[in-house]
Every structure is written in structure tokens, then in C-alpha cells.
């Protein structure tokens, strides 16, 4: 089975860029979407159902901001859009589909912003999901968290750790967080698979040819409790693909 995540950076856009050629080619299990940016009313009959997949999205209030959606080629068992908070749900950031083995939860994590005045935000969101997926894996459910959690939790994980520790992605808090998911018993899948593997990026800044350059961060990313962990065969990450400022990330269980 393989887990796909991509921050797509606005899925109108990312489908004028070879989107949907893109998913025929790479036959995902199941897809998780990021900033989609877009109400389904909005979106074509080719992004909606004319590819096989069953569609969920749960967008933002707010037109062009935020948003996720999940593909599927298997019905899930059930759906949640959001967390049932509305100050988060209302910005349209999480998706949970329960498939027959795990409960699968499609996020966009809040960015903190450049001015830092979304942290405590970003943080208290963190703190939401981790308490309801904890309930989960008490009540015996398996746990698999995948998309941009807007954090590099390592050194290892962006080009210029050092001058960006006072900026949104690696401040001392945020990473903390990081910290806090792993003692509470998840596991960065592709971290633990490739400890030592450096320059490792999903996100590059549109500046200063930052790809080209390889001067990027690991903001994408899969989680998931202990138990499940051994079912893991692969996890990677697809530089080569193109559309949006993030690459997709992947595991395959």
C-alpha cells in the first residue's frame, strides 16, 4: 500500500502543471493534498471524479487559503473533516479517513508566519491533534499522521539550520512539538529509516533558484504510533516532481 503527501500550493495550479497525468503515472493508494486552495465547486470534472479515485476535501472558510484533500482508491470506512474545533476547522486543515487497519489523518499545519504572530496558534493545533490521536491509539486504533507539519525537527533537516533558529519552522518551541508527538510514541517514518541521509528537502523558497541549489527544508512528512511501525517498507521523498513549491513524500507499508 502506498501513502502519498504533497503540499500542492493550490491544486487549480498544480493541474495546469501535469497534475492529473502526474496520479495516473504514480497509482497512489491513497493521496493526501495540501493547499488545495480551492471549494470543490470550484474544480473541474477531471480533478473530482474522473480518475478512479474517491475524492474528500474539507476547505477553508476563506476562498484560496488553506485547505486538504484526500484521495482514495479504496472507500474509507469512515470520514472526519477537522478536528471539531472551529478555530482551527475553519481554516480547513485536517481530514481523517479510517481505513481497515489504521485511521489516516490528512494535516496542514498552521504556519507560524513571518512575524511569529501565528505560533502560539500553530502550537495550541498541535497540541489539539496530538490529544485526539492519542485517544485513538488508546481506544486500539493504529495512527498514521501525513502531511506539512510547517516544522523541521532536526539540524539535519534544512540547508541553514543555524540562521533560521529564530525563524517560523525551527524555533526551539516548534520543535519541541516534534519532540513531544515522538515521547508520546510516533515515529518520523522517514527519519528513522534514513537517520544519517542528509539534504532531504520537500520545500524550497521560489527565490534565488533555492531548488536548483538544493537549499530546502523537510516540512512533509509521515508519523505514525510504535505498533505500526514494522509494517513500514519503504518511505522517500520525489524531488524530480515538479508544480508546486513542495515535492510529495511518500511511505509504502
Known amino acids: 500500500m502506498k501513502i502519498y503527501t504533497w503540499n500542492v500550493n493550490g491544486i487549480r495550479a498544480v493541474e495546469k502543471k501535469g497534475f492529473l497525468t502526474w496520479l495516473e503515472q504514480t497509482q497512489p493508494d491513497v493521496l493526501c493534498l495540501q493547499e488545495t486552495k480551492a471549494w470543490p465547486d470550484q474544480l473541474s470534472h477531471e480533478l473530482l471524479e474522473g480518475h478512479g ?30 478536528l471539531g474545533v472551529e478555530i482551527y476547522d475553519n481554516e480547513g486543515r485536517v481530514l481523517m479517513t479510517e481505513h481497515p487497519d489504521f485511521v489516516l489523518y490528512n494535516v496542514y499545519f498552521p504556519n ?47 540547508k541553514n539550520a543555524k540562521a533560521n533558529e529564530k525563524n517560523t519552522g525551527f524555533l526551539p518551541e516548534e520543535r519541541a512539538m516534534i519532540d ?67 515535492c510529495p513524500s511518500s511511505i509504502e507499508l
Not at 121 to 126: I, M, T
Open 112 to 158: 507560524g508566519q513571518h512575524d511569529l504572530g501565528r505560533v502560539p496558534y500553530k502550537l495550541a493545533f498541535y497540541r489539539e491533534l496530538l490529544k485526539q490521536a492519542n485517544e485513538r491509539v488508546t481506544a486500539g486504533q493504529n495512527v498514521i499522521i501525513g502531511g506539512d507539519w510547517n516544522t523541521c525537527h532536526m539540524p539535519i533537516d534544512l
Open 180 to 246: 513531544t508527538y515522538i515521547a508520546n510514541g510516533y515515529v518520523d517514518i522517514f527519519r528513522s529509516l534514513h537517520p544519517d541521509l542528509k539534504d532531504q528537502y520537500t520545500w524550497w523558497s521560489f527565490r534565488a533558484g533555492a531548488r536548483e541549489r538544493n537549499i530546502g527544508w523537510r516540512l512533509d512528512y509521515f508519523m505514525m504510533n510504535q505498533a505500526l511501525v514494522p509494517r513500514i517498507k519503504a518511505a522517500r521523498i520525489h524531488p524530480d516532481v515538479y508544480g508546486s513549491d513542495h
Open 53 to 82: 479515485y474517491h475524492t474528500y476535501w474539507h476547505s477553508a472558510q476563506k476562498k484560496g487559503y488553506s485547505s486538504v484533500a484526500t484521495f482514495c482508491r479504496e472507500k474509507p470506512i469512515s470520514i472526519q473533516k477537522g
